[in-house]
């Protein structure tokens, strides 16, 4: 057994070594390990970062052979809990595959009938966006409600909220943090609780952003306390992204603000309840919520009656709902656990690196309409944000720093993307633009032309950024002579069309 342990310790340790030769280009930006950055290498819209330690914890579990979600996940889905401040977290293997676990709980009959998602059912959502936010509304047979999109904040135009809203039909909210921008969390909040609706908070590309408002507002939605290290002070309640909702979502794909490689999770922020049904869902829609490898955690695996199962029929082959297998793999919540070390300093990075290029992009403002967190109305290199008079605040983790063009651009959006990709530096539109607008939607529309979905607005605005945006990385393994030379690249094309 000591021979076997000596031998772990010396892989473990060449594991390491080789990881500082191998990976060196995927540490932090501003590591002094990392391998320097030369003009004309391509420039990533985001990716990995991570140094020897996360290869390590990989290679460590793995060695273990358990490889079904273990200790290490166990492990995970706690400090992530303990870190957002929720009831629980449930890792799966996608973003994607939480947005479907998360919705699908509510259709369960343990749900009250009152509030539970049937076919035929609304969801409201925001018609600018990722397609797997939208997708698991259709899919559980309800009708995606779509609102229009702010072109400033990327996100959701909540004011929209209630004439989106059908008495008895409308059951729920959907939406996505855009780009590490909080959705005005307030006004959603006020109308799902005037609604008696459920909230899901699609965090996958926002985990570390911040929403406040003042704290009378808050107690009368009923949060009287902080996110765990959050404080703006005594009258003023101050949450993570993800904590305000029934349900929220992670994802955990290399460009979000931690990897797993894969993976994902859902947040049960307060009911408890939904945790059972959650799990339900992930692990093949069983009723026993042993983890893999126990019995009988229920002191009665023999003892249950249900459905029209004889009593006594093993409580582990007992289902109860049309469930699926979304589990990610133990090594890696391993790998999980040690980028959750570090997403402190990913979030500082993320804000530092829009503020570079924000600062460095300043003077192309008659050009682009530049991005504001939600409840900012405007922006200056002297003074920061100047915010609106609700009274509430978002600070951003920013997944991206959004670029939209307007008519006075003497650039087409598509004329920008072609030229960066050109010079190898990453750039992505705003995921799926109007989603109405792609073939799957069309094309369902075609099948069932009375309830694919129902547009509540004019998308005057998921057009606009379907036609004028794309965004640049701000991940935590950019230079900052990567950031500088992407602001001189655009500063000369725009400046080429000007003399032109």
Request: one cysteine or more.
């Amino acid at each position: 057994m000591q021979n076997l342990q000596s031998l772990k310790k010396q892989i473990l340790a060449l594991t390491r070594e080789y990881s500082k030769q191998a990976h060196a280009s995927s540490r932090p930006g501003d590591d002094a390990g990392r391998q320097p950055w030369q003009q004309g290498a391509p420039i990533p819209y985001a990716g990995r970062v991570f140094t020897e330690e996360e290869v390590v914890a990989a290679v460590d579990s793995t060695l273990d052979f358990w490889l079904t979600l273990g200790r290490e996940g166990e492990a995970f889905q706690r400090e992530l809990s303990s870190f957002l401040g929720v009831r629980h977290c449930l890792l799966v293997n996608s973003g994607s595959s939480a947005n479907l676990i998360a919705i699908s709980s509510l259709t369960s009959p343990k749900i009250p009938e009152t509030r539970r998602i049937k076919p035929g059912d609304e969801v409201i959502t925001v018609a600018a966006g990722f397609p797997t936010t939208v997708a698991p509304i259709v899919q559980i047979g309800a009708i995606p409600v779509f609102i229009d999109v702010n072109t400033l904040t990327g996100n959701a135009r909540c004011e929209e909220l209630r004439a989106a809203f059908r008495p008895g039909k409308t059951k729920a909210v959907m939406m996505a943090h855009a780009l590490g921008n909080p959705f005005n969390l307030a006004e959603t909040l006020l109308f799902c609780q005037e609604h008696n609706l459920w909230l899901i908070e699609d965090n996958c590309d926002a985990l570390g952003c911040t929403y406040s408002m003042p704290r009378d507002l808050a107690n009368s939605l009923g949060f009287t306390e902080n996110s765990p290290g959050l404080d703006e002070g005594p009258d003023r309640i101050v949450r993570w992204t993800g904590t305000w909702g029934d349900l929220s979502t992670q994802s955990f794909y290399p460009p979000h603000h931690l990897t797993m490689g894969e993976g994902g999770a859902v947040n049960i922020v307060r009911d408890q309840k939904l945790k059972a049904i959650t799990e339900s869902f992930r692990d093949w829609g069983r009723d026993c919520w042993c983890p893999s490898g126990v019995d009988g955690t229920c002191n009665k695996r023999f003892g249950w009656q249900l459905g029209q199962l004889p009593s006594g029929y093993d409580h582990k082959y007992i289902y109860s709902h049309l469930g699926y297998n979304l589990k990610p793999l133990d090594p890696q919540a391993a790998i999980g656990r040690i980028q959750l070390g570090k997403l402190p300093q990913f979030i500082e990075t993320r804000k530092k690196n829009w503020e570079v290029l924000r600062r460095g992009l300043d003077k192309l403002n008659k050009y682009i309409e530049f991005s504001l967190p939600t409840h900012a109305i405007d922006w200056n290199p002297v003074s920061g944000y100047i915010w609106d008079d609700s009274g509430c605040r978002s600070s951003c983790s920013w997944f991206g720093f959004m670029i939209t063009l307007n008519n006075n651009s003497p650039v087409s959006r598509t004329d920008l993307a072609r030229y960066l990709d050109k010079l190898g530096i990453g750039n992505r539109m705003l995921f799926g633009g109007n989603l109405v607008r792609q073939p799957a939607f069309v094309e369902l529309e075609k099948a069932r032309p009375n309830d694919a979905f129902r547009i509540a607005s004019s998308l005057h605005g998921a057009d606009h950024i379907m036609h004028n945006s794309l965004f640049l990385g701000t991940y935590p393994g950019l230079t900052i002579g990567m950031l500088e030379y992407e602001i001189q690249v655009i500063l000369s094309l725009f400046s080429e069309y000007e003399s032109n």
